[in-house]
């Protein structure tokens, strides 16, 4: 059974900085392409960052470029992002995803083939 189980939300001040982490199990990760995504209340949901399987090239959205780290652990089958200098525009649900085939606009959501459930960032100022 495919699972992606996100961990490490929370509460934070602007400026300050959190790790997300996603734990797969039931496939390979390093097979796959990985991603996070985010949802705030009212919008549609966005690209964050991915990290593509084989050469691990990463690709972040303009507004997180410079402060958010995406990484994977392929020994422990995990997914990272470290988040720093947080500000309350960061604040929604984030979730990582995973796509057996990467191509294109990384951005895509229909692109991934599996979704964890989210965890809740909030940024407050």
């Known amino acids: 059974q495919v699972q992606l189980v996100e961990s490490g939300g929370g509460s934070v001040q602007a400026g300050g900085s959190l790790r997300l982490s996603c734990a797969a ?3 390979t990760c390093s097979m796959y ?7 705030a209340p ?6 964050v960052a991915a990290i593509y399987a084989g ?4 690709v972040y959205a303009d507004s ?9 652990d392929n020994a422990k089958n995990t ?3 470290q988040m720093n200098s947080l500000k309350p525009d960061d604040t929604a649900i984030y979730y990582c995803a995973a796509a057996a085939f990467l191509y294109g606009t990384w951005s895509a959501s229909g ?15």
């Open 25 to 27: 199990s039931g496939f």
């Open 42 to 47: 009212g919008k549609e949901r966005e690209g």
């Open 33 to 39: 392409s990985m991603a996070w995504f985010r949802q």
């Open 64 to 72: 997180v470029k410079g402060r958010f780290t995406i990484s994977r």
């Open 111 to 125: 692109k991934y083939n599996y979704w964890g459930q989210g965890t809740q960032v909030t940024v407050s100022s």
């Open 79 to 81: 997914l990272y992002l």
């Open 55 to 58: 050469d691990r090239s990463t």
